[in-house]
C-alpha cells in the first residue's frame, strides 16, 4: 500500500503529523510556560507595585513615630501635672476593698476641701456654693478603678469681669486633682461688681498606676460589709480600719506656704509625693 502512496500524498501525510506534533508541543509544552510566565510577570508588576510605595510608607511610619512620641511626651507632662498618685492596695487580704476603705471612701473630702482652697485663693472671686464630692458606695467591684471622674456645680460671685475670665482660665493651672473639663457653657449674669457664674466642671483621673483586679469572692452588692466595714466617711467598723488617718483636715495642708494649695492624700501613705 506504501508503494501506491504518491509523493504529493507522502507531503501531505508529513504535513498533517507535523500539525499535530506542533498542536501537542503548544498544549502540553508551549502553553504552560507561557502562563508561567505571565503568572511571574503579574507577581512582577504587583511585588514592584508594592515595592514602588516603599519609601512612601517608610516615611509615614516616621512620621508616625515622631507624632507618637510627640504625644507620649506631651501626655507625660500632663499626667505629672493633673494626675494625682493613687496608693493603690495590690498585696495582701482583699486589696480591691482595702483600696475602696483607703481611697474612694477618704479623698472625696479631701477632694472638695483642696478645690475649696484653690478657688477662694484667688482675689475678686467668691464661691458660692460648697463643692461635695459623695464617697463610693459599699461595693469595690462596681467602681471603674481605671478611669475616675467627679462632677459638680460650680457657682462664684465675680467684683468684675476680667476677674471671672481668669478664673476660668485658672482651671488650667489646677495640680494633681485630674483633668479638669468644663461641661457646660458657663451662664453669666447680673452686673459688676456683683457678676454672678454657674457651670458644671467634671475631673478625669487615669490613674499611673495598675489598680487590684476585681474580687470575685465578693457578691454583687454585698460590697465591704462582709469585711466589718459598714460604709463610707465614718461608718467604717473601728479605728483599726484607718491605715491613712482619722477624717480631718488634708495631710499635709497645714504645712503648705500661704496662698498654695497642697496635694491632697489619697491612701495609706498619706500625703502624695
Not at 519609601?55 to 506631651?74: D, F, G, N, R
Not at 494649695?261 to 495609706?268: D, T
Request: charged share 15%; aromatic share 8%.
Amino acid at each position: 500500500m506504501l508503494s501506491r502512496l504518491t509523493v504529493l500524498q507522502v507531503h501531505i501525510i508529513g504535513a498533517v503529523m507535523a500539525i499535530i506534533v506542533a498542536g501537542g508541543l503548544f498544549f502540553f509544552l508551549i502553553k504552560p510556560v507561557n502562563e508561567t510566565i505571565q503568572k511571574d510577570e503579574d507577581n512582577y508588576n504587583s511585588t514592584k507595585s508594592t515595592a514602588d510605595t516603599l519609601p512612601e510608607v517608610k516615611s509615614k511610619l516616621k512620621k508616625a513615630k515622631l507624632e507618637q512620641a510627640k504625644i507620649t511626651a506631651q501626655w507625660a507632662t500632663y499626667q505629672s501635672k493633673f494626675i494625682p498618685t493613687i496608693n493603690f492596695e495590690t498585696t495582701g487580704l482583699a486589696p480591691r476593698i482595702r483600696t475602696l476603705r483607703d481611697v474612694f471612701w477618704q479623698w472625696p473630702d479631701r477632694f472638695g476641701q483642696s478645690l475649696t482652697q484653690f478657688i477662694q485663693h484667688q482675689p475678686g472671686i467668691t464661691l458660692l456654693t460648697p463643692i461635695t464630692i459623695p464617697a463610693e458606695g459599699s461595693d469595690p467591684n462596681s467602681i471603674n478603678m481605671n478611669l475616675i471622674s467627679y462632677s459638680f456645680p460650680i457657682q462664684v460671685e465675680a467684683t468684675d469681669f476680667n476677674a471671672l475670665m481668669q478664673h476660668i482660665n485658672r482651671w488650667n493651672d489646677i495640680r494633681k486633682l485630674g483633668i479638669p473639663v468644663i461641661q457646660s457653657v458657663p451662664s453669666i449674669s447680673g452686673m459688676s461688681p456683683h457678676i454672678l457664674c454657674n457651670y458644671t466642671v467634671t475631673l478625669y483621673i487615669l490613674p499611673k498606676g495598675t489598680p487590684p483586679p476585681i474580687d470575685p469572692r465578693l457578691a454583687s452588692g454585698a460590697g465591704a460589709r462582709g469585711f466589718g466595714m459598714g460604709g463610707p466617711m465614718g461608718m467604717m467598723g473601728g479605728p483599726g480600719f484607718m491605715s491613712g488617718g482619722m477624717m480631718g483636715a488634708p495631710m499635709g495642708m497645714g504645712s503648705a506656704p500661704p496662698g498654695a494649695m497642697a496635694e491632697p492624700g489619697m491612701g495609706s501613705g498619706g500625703v502624695i509625693p
